[in-house]
């Protein structure tokens, strides 16, 4: 997943192998338990200024994935590594250390600040969880002007201000803890299509000023290509294709990427409109995934061989992966 130029440094975030698992409550008292295989064997690597769009439809197993990297849930098998270290064996110390690397900005800006508190309050949670320290106000105070509010919006509360101005308060709470990598979940699908594309500069710009990484969950191929030089297409828990974004946008390789492609309109009406990906079929069950590959129902382009034969994650040019036998 990184570029060749990146690719020495020792990424800020690695997963290797990881599978995310949920058993379902029996529908019989004595019947076999389900499970539902949301995250199936991910690899990703995301290297210090580094970013990386994770993209795909919902229930394609990106939040989890997210979940799993901000160790807001443990793996059922695999492991997550931050600066080299497996998160799993850190405790004490050694975990407030790493969880301060690590921040999180989700989907809806409404839920995601408590009403009852202070917009000071709120961005200054992080810091005040892990260290309160004494420039405490003076860094609420730069990150809030950093994400376009001013100083005097710190005793103002969330239902003072619009859902752009959420988002950028849930930004800077992020930023606050100076960490090396913010993963953003559908940071602009909650907001009116008018305030997206100023979120979205203003993310790019930030990266730029406080040289971060990102990880950005989005359905939409447009926005991943908006702020992330790599990309991951997932579908139903696995990897089908990644590489470079603006080579993912111009030249998608997996039926699936290239469906995604063609929901995103034309520059002219980019800003108006967005579509959903239209694909024939429907997405196979979770607890019950077809053998060979698992987007064939909906493929317009299978063959004999994809109902039987799962396909591997290969490269197919420079920089591009993808698992399709046709590719
Ligand atoms: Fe379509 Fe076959 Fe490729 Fe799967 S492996 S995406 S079914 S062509």
Redesign the pocket.
């Known amino acids: 997943m990184m570029p060749p130029e990146e690719s020495l440094a020792a990424p800020v975030l690695r997963t290797t192998g990881l599978h995310r698992r949920y058993l379902l409550p029996r529908r019989a008292l004595f019947g076999p338990r389900d499970s539902v295989h949301a995250v199936n064997g991910v690899d990703i690597a995301i290297p210090e200024r580094g970013s990386l769009g994770i993209v795909g439809e919902s229930g394609c197993g990106k939040s989890t994935l997210a979940r799993l990297a901000m160790g807001l849930e443990p793996p059922s098998e695999g492991r997550v590594e931050i600066r080299g270290q497996d998160l799993a064996q850190a405790s004490g110390p050694a975990l407030k250390l790493l969880r301060r690397a690590f921040q999180m900005v989700f989907q809806d800006p409404y839920g995601s600040l408590n009403p009852r508190h202070t917009v000071g309050r709120i961005v200054a949670e992080p810091i005040d969880a892990l260290e309160k320290p004494a420039d405490r106000r003076q860094r609420v105070e730069e990150v809030l002007r950093a994400v376009g509010m001013r100083p005097a919006d710190l005793d103002k509360y969330p239902h003072e201000f619009s859902g752009g101005q959420r988002q950028r308060i849930a930004i800077a709470r992020a930023l606050v803890t100076r960490p090396a990598l913010i993963v953003l979940d559908e940071p602009v699908s909650a907001l009116d299509v008018s305030v997206q594309a100023q979120v979205l500069n203003l993310l790019r710009d930030l990266q730029e000023q406080y040289g971060l990484a990102y990880m950005l969950i989005s359905h939409d191929l447009a926005v991943v290509d908006y702020v992330c030089r790599q990309v991951a297409v997932m579908y139903l828990g696995r990897i089908?294709e990644e590489g470079p974004a603006s080579l993912l946008f111009e030249r998608p390789a997996?039926?699936?990427t290239q469906a995604l492609r063609q929901a995103v309109p034309s520059a002219a009406v980019a800003n108006r409109r967005r579509r959903r990906a239209r694909l024939p079929g429907g997405v196979p069950s979770q607890t019950r995934l077809p053998p060979g590959?698992a987007?064939?129902d909906r493929?317009p382009?299978?063959?004999a061989?994809?109902r039987v034969e799962v396909?591997r994650l290969r490269e197919i040019g420079p920089g591009q992966r993808a698992?399709?036998?046709?590719?």
């Not at 698992?323 to 590719?327: D, E, F, K, S, V």
């Open positions: 089908v997996h039926p699936y590959c987007f064939a493929c382009i299978a063959e061989r994809c396909p698992a399709c036998h046709l590719a």
